[in-house]
């Protein structure tokens, strides 16, 4: 699949870019912020060290899937058919699931984000953010609205944490401390939290992006390095500054609501008036969690391998993100709040990951995947394994340990 003729013009290092803050939002997004501020809350500055591993898992993930999807030239669903027959109907199937049930949280994020600044019922909310959505992507050039869109709303994040920051006391020296040497390791927080931010359909929107620019091939490999570490240095500083005006909150005494720690976070620290940023940050993040999950999803859905086959699927491609937008507004509309659902949908990310993982590396070693002259290098292979190897051990822990 290829963007129009307008948007072929942009440069590969445009394309990746796009790529990047896609990658980087859909990774802080309502399931984000519910998760870091529901596990700080109960954990404190030993959070710090899921985040680490969170970011380590971060680098190792998306520089090998980014590189194997991009050098193949081939979506991750038929990467995976080529491994195994049928394989990449089964990862079809975890990967659709999984963004459709956060892109639930998505839109009702945004809803409830409509619904702290303007009093807009979260429901009503969530059809605006789903209408503003459905507009986004059927516009023309929509990939290029979508990726200004996301890079847009990325400065709003980033600008309301630095403002919750600077009027919070941080304790920056327990967090550091616990963060390399925490007193509690719980391997429930680090999978889900691992699963909401680099699980899923979250890995490989990034290298999907790409592919959808034009950009593959092994001579685009540094657009793949550029990208990516860009996206992963993007979405850690966010996680690590709501992390750190979490700490702040706690540490100062306050306890966080169960049933909204993110919005306690910045009500105890800025009053109203932190609660308002609240609300636009919870919309923002809805917002590009929205775009993101959206065109993800849908892309797992194009098996296309030839030109014929591809403009088949481009007729229905509009009418599939509409629906998959209709239908997840359709369901926070008439059941409500999915918080818990988001929480536990990221522990289930978590357990996709080495599975996803697993195909790509897998395929990374086939030349007739890959091509004659292409090599992976060995240190990806060699993290990529032992992060499969973590992520099936800590996601059968946090199975034992019976918290889902």
């Not at 993040?285 to 775009?291: E, K, N, R």
């Amino acid at each position: 699949m290829k963007e129009n003729q307008t948007a072929k013009k942009r440069s590969p290092l445009s394309v990746a870019m796009g790529a990047a803050f896609m990658m980087a939002m859909a990774a802080v997004g309502p399931g984000f912020l519910t998760q870091t501020a529901t596990f700080t809350g109960k954990m404190g500055a030993d959070f710090g060290f899921a985040i680490l591993i969170c970011i380590i898992v971060d680098v190792v993930v998306q520089l090998n899937i980014w590189r194997i999807i991009v050098v193949s030239g081939k979506r991750a669903q038929v990467l995976a058919n080529e491994v195994v027959p049928g394989l990449g109907y089964l990862l079809t199937a975890l990967i659709v699931i999984g963004g459709f049930f956060f892109n639930i949280g998505n839109v009702g994020g945004a809803g409830l984000g409509l619904n702290v600044l303007f009093g807009i019922s979260p429901e009503n909310g969530a059809l605006i953010a789903a209408a503003a959505a459905i507009v986004i992507f059927l516009v023309k050039n929509a990939m290029l609205v979508v990726d200004r869109s996301v890079q847009f709303l990325a400065v709003i994040k980033v600008c309301i944490l630095i403002y919750i920051l600077a009027v919070s006391t941080v304790p920056i020296q327990p967090a550091i401390v616990h963060t390399f040497m925490p007193t509690n390791v719980n391997f429930y927080s680090i999978v889900t939290i691992v699963g909401g931010t680099v699980g899923g359909y979250i890995s490989f929107s990034g290298g999907h992006r790409l592919l959808e620019g034009g950009v593959h091939g092994q001579e685009n490999i540094k657009y793949v390095k550029e990208g990516a570490l860009t996206g992963i240095t993007i979405a850690s500083i966010i996680r690590i500054m709501l992390f750190l005006a979490g700490l702040a909150v706690v540490m100062a005494g306050h306890k966080l609501d169960p049933a909204n720690p993110a919005a306690s976070i910045f009500k105890d620290a800025a009053g109203q008036f932190g609660y308002k940023f609240f609300g636009l940050l919870l919309l923002a993040a809805g917002m590009t969690s929205t775009l993101g999950s959206t065109f993800t999803s849908v892309s797992f859905l194009d098996y296309t391998v030839n030109q014929s086959s591809e403009n088949k699927y481009l007729r229905f491609r509009s009418w599939l993100i509409v629906a998959f937008i209709v239908a997840s507004t359709a369901i926070f509309y008439f059941i409500g709040n999915p918080a818990k659902v988001l929480v536990f949908v990221g522990a289930l990310n978590g357990l996709i990951l080495p599975i996803a993982l697993a195909i790509l590396l897998v395929a990374a070693t086939k030349e007739k995947i890959m091509g004659a002259t292409y090599r992976h290098p060995r240190w990806l292979l060699i993290t990529g394994w032992i992060v499969v190897a973590f992520m099936a051990y800590a996601g059968v822990r946090a199975l034992l340990t019976m918290q889902f």
